[in-house]
């Protein structure tokens, strides 16, 4: 099968006055169709200039970003983007409801985008909020809203961007679950980027490692742990173990 995302040879360089900053040079991944990709990379590396360019909102000086096989030249089609920042990526004086309308395209006709709207809200667990502003719900909530928006626009891709970094660990592990349900449920192909070492290896299906910028990659690992996860057994478990210590191993070795 096709890969869902290929990236190919990407380079990007910030020029700030006299001085160039390499972030990206020569970076080549892919994802597969229905996969989790969880990136995993010390802090400044490039992680986020990668995002931007696969979200078409850069544009690499050299190399290409291909979706569904057509080559990414602006924001295409069928991806959706949730990043860290819920309370800012919110509109704070419409409702829960019209948050999530808002991401939807407006050739869709008005009970189309309601219908899709309350299953969004109803998938992450939020139907009864739906006419509330988003400033009155806590910092999980808040995300939920910002994925049911992404997930209303019936993604092929969804790039997070440490989505579950600013909220408390218990409510990071409900998000996390409500990832992997609505992945299971959705069929989406997801590639997330985080630096928690374990929710990289508890959430994805593969773990790539990056090196410090110019980020290349230095591992490429297969997540073989059953498909169902639990917060408590499959941390638990021997493979769990043996993989987070193995994706430590690359990130601590670049
Ligand atoms: P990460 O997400 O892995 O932390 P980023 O992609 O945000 O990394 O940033 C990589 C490097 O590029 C950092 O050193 C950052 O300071 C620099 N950088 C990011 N955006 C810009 C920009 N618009 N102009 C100049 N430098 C930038």
């Known amino acids: 099968m096709k890969p869902m995302l290929e990236v190919t040879d990407l380079a990007v360089s910030y020029g700030d006055g006299g001085r160039t900053t390499t972030v990206l040079d020569g970076l080549s991944l892919t994802v597969g169709t229905d996969e989790v990709l969880c990136l995993l990379g010390p802090s400044g590396c490039g992680k986020s200039t990668l995002l931007r360019c696969l979200a078409g909102l850069r544009r690499p000086d050299r190399g290409e970003v291909r979706l569904r096989g057509e080559v990414v030249d602006g924001v295409p089609e069928g991806l959706a983007v949730v990043f860290q920042d819920y309370g800012r990526s919110l509109m704070p004086w419409a409702s829960v409801a019209r948050n999530v309308d808002f991401g939807l395209s407006r050739a869709l006709d008005r009970a189309e985008r309601r219908a899709r709207t309350d299953e969004a809200l109803a998938a992450v667990g939020l139907a009864d909020v739906a006419r509330q502003r988003p400033g009155r719900l806590s910092g999980g909530m808040q ?112």
């Open 143 to 254: 995300q939920r809203v910002a994925i049911a928006r992404a997930l209303a626009a019936r993604p092929t891709l969804l790039l997070m961007d440490e989505p579950f970094a600013s909220v408390d660990a218990l409510t990071r592990a409900d998000l996390e679950d409500l990832l992997l349900r609505v992945r299971r449920d959705y069929g989406v192909t997801v590639l997330l980027v985080t630096h928690d070492i374990d929710e990289s290896v508890y959430l994805g299906d593969r773990v790539v490692v990056l090196s410090p910028r110019p980020a290349r990659l230095v591992a490429d690992l297969a997540v073989d742990l059953p498909r169902e996860r639990d917060q408590i057994a499959t941390r638990g478990s021997d493979a769990f173990v043996r993989l987070r210590t193995l994706a430590a191993e690359h990130l601590r070795a670049t």
